[in-house]
């Protein structure tokens, strides 16, 4: 029997880039897509990240959501590591000038 066929379970380990959470487990299928492997994500990851903010990176590849997962994972492999990359909603702060430190004077 192929170890390798579409309907295996695989199991994911997924990384976030801020360290925000730990690594998480999940396990999946080999014949999802990784448009269905984000929908997924998106409802059992801590923060419940809506599938079009994710971005998924596997082995330094930016993964297309028609893939499906067993074209992009190697077969030799245990599990997967794979990192997270989720858009920020948060508006980014402005920067403040300089303000002056009790006691200084600024000349020009």
Not at 35 to 41: D, M, N, P, V
Not at 47 to 69: A, E, I, M, N, T
Request: aromatic share 8%.
């Amino acid at each position: 029997m192929d170890s390798w066929a579409v309907d295996s379970p695989v199991t994911l380990v997924l990384k976030a880039p801020n360290q925000k959470y730990e690594d998480q487990t999940i396990n999946c299928f080999l014949n999802w897509t990784v448009e269905r492997l984000k929908t997924h994500i998106s409802n059992v990851y801590p923060s419940k990240p809506l599938s079009k903010d994710q971005r998924l990176v596997y082995s330094g590849r930016l993964l297309q959501d028609h893939l499906q997962l067993k074209d992009v994972l190697r077969k030799q492999d245990e599990y997967h590591m794979m990192h997270l990359v989720c858009a920020s909603h948060t508006p980014p702060r402005l920067a403040l000038p300089p303000q002056p430190l009790h006691g200084q004077l600024f000349c020009s």
